[in-house]
């Protein structure tokens, strides 16, 4: 795990969610509160492809999980259900991805979730 100081210091503002936040690029929004705002994927890998961003700056998941607060991480995971439902694939099922750090093969360094569902996926 990472300590705060090294992750918020390599958190990267000029990254592609970081512009989506403050409008700078446009995405096709699907759900937004205050702590998350969840669009569709460009490059879709699913029928249903959606991504939730918290609006605070995480680099990857363990940044988010040890730094934000217990609303932080709350209000996140609950825009993520919201995001499902609005997507409509709770009945049928869904995939939840969350790439972390190189290995984890995660291309954009904000910290963000994967929602894949509409079809059977392999
Ligand atoms: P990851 O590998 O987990 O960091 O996935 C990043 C995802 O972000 C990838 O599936 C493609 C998507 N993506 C990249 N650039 C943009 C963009 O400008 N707009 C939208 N909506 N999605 C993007």
């Known amino acids: 795990m990472k300590n705060l100081s090294v992750t918020l210091e390599s958190y990267n503002d000029q990254n592609i969610f970081a ?12 759900y937004e509160d205050s702590y998350a705002l969840a669009f569709y994927d460009v490059f879709p890998k699913a029928a249903a492809h959606a991504l939730v961003i918290p609006k605070k700056p995480y680099v990857c998941f363990d940044g988010f999980i040890t730094q934000a607060s ?3 991480i709350t209000g996140f995971f609950k825009a993520v259900g919201k995001t499902i439902e609005l ?10 991805v969350s790439n972390s750090g190189e290995h984890g093969g995660q291309e954009v360094p ?3 979730v994967h929602i894949m569902g509409g079809e059977k996926l392999s």
């Open 19 to 30: 512009k989506i936040l403050r409008g700078e690029i446009s995405c096709k929004k699907i």
């Open 70 to 72: 217990d609303d932080e």
């Open 87 to 96: 997507l409509g694939v709770a009945e049928e099922g869904f995939r939840l």
């Open 110 to 112: 904000h910290f963000h």
